[in-house]
């Protein structure tokens, strides 16, 4: 049946065209705005006449072949009356449109995971400015937050353009004592009131600076730049949301293996409860362990095979994992296992005598064993040919399968160390993991396999939040590190969305390019600003609906 008119229309210029658009909810004559969350692309009005799409035209087939006028905000059928209203003409021009798709998913994620209401509560002043840096962190990893005001001009963030000096300002005003506890400790309970049997994974990395005014960059063992110095960043991050729920900026001498004791300080400062974490071997000592043990702390922790308890453990399950026994098979980690129940004992004259339950998890693979002894294989070689150049190589393994002594002629040369090598073939394949709670090898090893959430975020923050390099005075350190870390936060769980959409994040790159170029269009009738979305996709919003994003309104204000 064909209507007598089709109501609540809008014509829109964009790029020197015009597209008649219909709203299904009433329009306000008077302000000349339309309050609909649902718009129907109708066509185009071309010469005044009204040229309507194929998409209209497939679902209503009865205006087909109908001519149409637009006039007074109506489309009406050609000869039959209409109703007067006034027309919402709104000019579009090029300059007005700005990038906004990829900082609204992020801004939806900050709002539906408490990101957004913590930020109000702890930075009532300037929580919109620091949301609006982080976001622009995510989408554009590689420039600076210098460049922020040149880039907000053509985008939409929660707030518009800071100029330089006004960011400066605002990481100087932030201070990890006590704004930024305040923040973390705000996320802590959100994260625990969700699910208090999660397991946290803890990881340090080191961050290169150039900075002679940050008192805690410091030469180290720098991974990455040797001859550069650095500071050391701590993460705890939440292996379900994956969400880091504590950071501390650290000296980049210190040792991973006495950062733990800091850990539990700072914890019991954010009134941390049922804490259950995983670390890898870096963090594994006997007073690591002691240490744990008395705060109650729940652990999946890699050990080092040269602890006493593990090469006791060792001794007594090595020959039979050898064999390969199907019993000892479990499938959903592809890997032999065996666990043994230890009674764990302490007696100190400010604790007395203590003990512990710890279970001793045994891993024993043949692909491992395979690949390690090969790798190695290679390697020596290779301080074969450079002795026999002349060189003596300057590595840990060189110095463990080579021993240094004389030859007849009293100079100096290095042979093969065949017990050395030996020794290395006996263990190798196997790896060891202990804890207080899982008894389950399999289970154990699933929960340690997650860790790599932690190193990930790790090369998140130093490539895709531009944290790589550390370019600040002291004085705006922690609000320059709060902001990258939200920037994280943010990176992570749109990962996290992508991941349980069955998406690769390691397409996030290319997903946060394309949603970027969605745009909206500033206008501002009678003084009020108002924007409208250009029209978007079908693929995006089903995008959106995997990422558990709610679907932009066609036009809103701010």
Not at 230 to 249: C, G, N, Q
Not at 277 to 306: A, K, P, T, Y
Not at 309 to 316: A, P, R, S
Not at 451 to 462: C, G, I, L, S
Request: hydrophobic content about 40%; aromatic content about 10%; glycine content about 4%.
């Amino acid at each position: 049946m064909l209507a007598k008119t089709i109501e609540h229309v809008i014509k829109v210029n964009i790029k020197g065209k015009d597209y008649l658009y219909q709203f299904q909810n009433a329009w306000d004559p008077i302000k000349q705005r339309s309050y609909s969350k649902h718009r129907i692309t109708l066509g185009r009005l071309i010469d005044g006449k009204v040229e309507l799409g194929r998409k209209f035209l497939r679902d209503n087939p009865q205006y087909k072949d109908v001519e149409l006028t637009f006039t007074d905000n109506k489309l009406c059928p050609v000869g039959i009356a209409e109703v007067s209203l006034p027309v919402a003409q709104i000019v579009l021009n090029r300059s007005e449109a700005l990038n906004a798709g990829a900082s609204y998913v992020l801004e939806q994620i900050a709002k539906q995971s408490g990101i957004t209401k913590a930020l109000k509560v702890v930075f009532p002043e300037h929580w919109k400015e620091l949301l609006s840096l982080a976001i622009f962190l995510v989408i554009h990893p590689d420039a600076t937050v210098s460049n922020y005001d040149v880039i907000a001009q053509n985008s939409l963030y929660p707030t518009a353009a800071i100029p330089s000096q006004r960011i400066s300002e605002i990481f100087e005003s932030i201070d990890y004592q006590p704004s930024v506890e305040q923040y973390l400790k705000l996320r802590l309970a959100s994260n625990k009131a969700l699910d208090k049997n999660s397991y946290w994974a803890f990881d340090t990395t080191s961050v290169s600076s150039f900075s002679q005014t940050i008192h805690k960059v410091t030469y180290g063992h720098n991974k990455e730049d040797p001859d550069m110095a650095m500071l050391k960043l701590a993460l705890l991050i939440d292996e379900k949301t994956a969400e880091p729920l504590y950071y501390k900026v650290l000296d980049g001498s210190i040792a991973d293996v006495v950062l733990l004791k800091n850990l539990f300080i700072q914890l019991a400062k954010l009134d941390a409860e049922d804490v259950n974490l995983v670390l890898d071997r870096g963090f594994c000592s006997e007073h690591n362990l002691q240490i744990m043990f008395r705060n109650h702390v729940g652990f999946v922790c890699g050990l080092r095979s040269d602890l006493k308890i593990v090469e006791q453990t060792f001794k007594e399950v090595a020959g039979s994992l050898r064999l390969c026994l199907p019993a000892a098979f479990k499938n959903s980690v592809n890997c032999f296992c065996a666990t043994r129940e230890i009674q764990w004992y302490s007696n100190t004259r400010k604790y007395g005598a203590e003990q512990d339950k710890l279970f001793i998890h045994v891993y024993y693979s043949k692909e491992r064993e395979a690949d390690y002894v090969m790798n190695m294989t290679q390697l020596v070689e290779s301080f074969k040919l450079r002795l026999k150049n002349g060189k003596v190589p300057n590595s840990p393994y060189f110095r463990q399968f080579f021993k240094r002594g004389k030859d007849d002629d009293g100079k100096v040369k290095y042979d093969f160390n065949v017990p050395a090598w030996a020794q290395f073939c006996q263990s190798c394949g196997f790896f060891f993991l202990g804890s207080d709670r899982i008894s389950l090898p399999d289970e154990a090893l699933n929960i340690y396999r997650q860790k790599d959430t932690v190193e990930k975020a790790f090369n998140n923050y130093k490539d895709r939040c531009g944290g790589r390099r550390l370019r600040c005075l002291q004085r705006a350190l922690d609000g320059k590190v709060f902001v990258t870390y939200l920037a994280l936060s943010l990176r992570l769980m749109l990962h996290k969305r992508m991941q349980d959409a069955n998406i690769d994040p390691e397409q996030a790159p290319r997903l946060i390019s394309e949603l970027n170029a969605l745009t909206v269009y500033k206008f501002a009738p009678e003084g009020q600003v108002t924007y409208l979305w250009h029209e978007i996709p079908k693929r995006y919003k089903e995008l959106m609906q995997k990422l558990k994003i709610k679907i932009p309104a066609p036009i809103f204000v701010i």
